[in-house]
């Protein structure tokens, strides 16, 4: 029996249930007939031109995403502007969509613990927990198993993250045992991690006037880039499609985006 994009949408939801996404995102089956057979899956963490050629090439038909090909309202679809082009070729390749962002923030083995768990952290909990369910929630806090050095965290971190620079605001610890996190834009948790004992916190897109708090605080955040942070999440989800589709009748190739990078790059002027 042939499996189906609908079925492989019933295993994305079983991995990061729909209900925990945040009520302004859009998960799901985003592009697609959920009728259609299976031949290839290509997971990235997002859905881009480059993406849709590279999943064509290794006979992907289905693309899963973590960040959603539709976001915000569309005031129209045109083949010759922005992301339009990527639309009409993902349909007319008959290519189909699934996004599982803010679900798979929240739940359980998603984005940050895959962050926390590269970066050798336990006793994981979430910054913020969900009120139905404690275990599942935005962020993560947790404690090396040995402490580390300031540098040698960086470093670690930079390892992880696959970057060479990494934006810093307050003093880098001396010793660092507690980690707070939160994969992508997060830096509104940065408050909750210090008050619960982190050493730093981890994440992206930190604002200004949140650095000057850091800074006035003796308080160390880091900023590792939105990409950075969440893309070992990409490798974690393949893994989980694949153990999936183990319990069923046919087994569908799963294959990670290998081509994808951050839309920035740094350009050193002096």
């Given at each position: ?147 580390v050095s300031g540098a040698d965290f960086v470093a670690r971190l930079g390892e992880v993250c696959k970057c060479s620079t990494l934006a810093v605001a307050g003093d880098l610890p001396g010793q660092i045992n507690r980690v707070g996190l939160c994969g992508g834009s997060g830096a509104e ?82």
């Amino acid at each position: 029996m042939a499996v189906t994009v609908g079925d492989i949408l019933a295993l994305v939801c079983e991995i990061a249930p729909a209900s925990l996404a945040e009520a302004w995102d859009n998960v799901g089956l985003l592009l697609g007939d959920p009728a259609i057979e299976v031949s290839g899956i290509m997971v990235s963490l997002d859905p881009t031109s480059r993406v849709l050629e590279e999943a064509l090439a290794a006979d992907c038909n289905l693309i899963i995403s973590h960040h959603p090909l539709i976001f915000h309202p569309l005031k129209s679809l045109r083949r010759d502007q922005g992301l339009g082009k990527l639309y009409f070729a993902a349909v007319e390749a008959r290519v189909s969509m699934i996004a599982a962002h803010t679900n798979l923030d929240r739940v359980v083995g998603g984005v940050n613990d895959a962050l926390a768990a590269a970066l050798g952290l336990g006793r994981l909990r979430p910054l913020a927990p969900d009120t139905s369910d404690p275990e599942t929630g935005m962020g993560r806090i947790g404690d090396l198993v040995v402490p580390v050095s300031g540098a040698d965290f960086v470093a670690r971190l930079g390892e992880v993250c696959k970057c060479s620079t990494l934006a810093v605001a307050g003093d880098l610890p001396g010793q660092i045992n507690r980690v707070g996190l939160c994969g992508g834009s997060g830096a509104e948790l940065a408050v909750i991690a210090r008050s619960r004992g982190a050493d730093v916190f981890v994440s992206a897109e930190i604002k200004h006037s949140v650095g000057r708090w850091a800074e006035e605080e003796g308080f160390c955040l880091v900023d590792a880039g939105h990409f950075n942070t969440e893309n070992p999440v990409v490798e974690v989800l393949a893994s989980r499609l694949v153990a999936g589709i183990r319990e069923m009748p046919d087994r569908v190739p799963v294959h990670v985006s290998r081509g994808q990078e951050s839309p920035f790059r740094f350009i050193i002027t002096n």
